[in-house]
């Protein structure tokens, strides 16, 4: 079935730039998200990428695709703390219906 | 961007009671609706569709008895946890969509704690 993995935590320094990775395994996505929640509140879509695409810059975010591998990963440039999130990457994908299936969600942690 | 609200944003309740939550969009007409459920430290697992006018489309192992879905309006969306226990107690989030193939847009989310 479809499946999203991404590593759970990830802590870097103010000013850095943090790298959040994600797996996905349908070959048929048509769309992959990034998505931002912070603590007690819902999802904030933070940008996307089309499945025919490798790359997609907007500001500070940086995001790649590689099909081949099935690896999306999401690159925030000059790390804030108001970054400190979690973050989740979900693939829109046709199974029967159009669904958008999540990962469990990458924990950003920025120390000032 | 579509902003779509919750209500309540959360709510205490007696097991065995039931508690309603809404899903508004505000300002765009929903033709989908999707309701969430969120563990602590968990990613959202999807529990049912709902199309304006239609019955929801439950996802597999969520029992439709206890979790009511109306989408009576192209803005509303309400899911009622019956007879409520505290292993329902989560964090409810619903999205809104223009129609199926279109972005959702996500709701601040309902925290539900069942005593």
Known sequence: GEDVEQSLFLSVREGDSSVINCTYTDSSSTYLYWYKQEPGAGLQLLTYIFSNMDMKQDQRLTVLLNKKDKHLSLRIADTQTGDSAIYFCAERAWTGGFKTIFGAGTRLFVKA | GAVVSQHPSWVICKSGTSVKIECRSLDFQATTMFWYRQFPKQSLMLMATSNEGSKATYEQGVEKDKFLINHASLTLSTLTVTSAHPEDS??????????????????????????
């Open chain 2, 90 to 115: 989560s964090f409810y989030i619903c999205s809104a969509s223009q129609d199926l193939d279109n972005e959702q847009f996500f709701g601040p989310g309902t925290r539900l704690t069942v005593l």
